[in-house]
């Protein structure tokens, strides 16, 4: 990031534009890896893109694999559509198993080269 100084938001986007083709991410672990305060962080940086974004927002859901409810309920049906188009399947209660389609997130030489630095987990209950 050349050592301009970005938002916390364009850092979370950062993160969601590499999560793979037929992977998906949760807030949680956006917001983690960005360095922000909390998955809730995450929602309102992907809540706020234009409708003709390139950022894949598709690809991020809740803690328990599930689509997260919008005000506008299109909107949820349009991201199950989507994520079904990358292949990515939900189960009958409508959740989406992470141990299988569940990204691992960004590899230590992309984290490193977008001067990201990452503190130890910390579950959130």
Known sequence: MGGEKVSIYERMLLVVRVIPFGRVATYGQIAWIAGAA???MAGYALGGLAADTDVPWQRVVN???GVSPRGDP?????QRKLLM?????FETDGRIDLDHFGWDGPDP?????NDFTLLPW???G
């Open 38 to 40: 909390s998955p809730r």
């Open 63 to 65: 803690a328990k694999g």
């Open 74 to 78: 299109l909107a949820t049906d349009r």
């Open 85 to 89: 188009e990358e292949g990515v399947r």
């Open 109 to 113: 030489e992309w984290l490193e080269a």
């Open 122 to 124: 910390r579950a959130r």
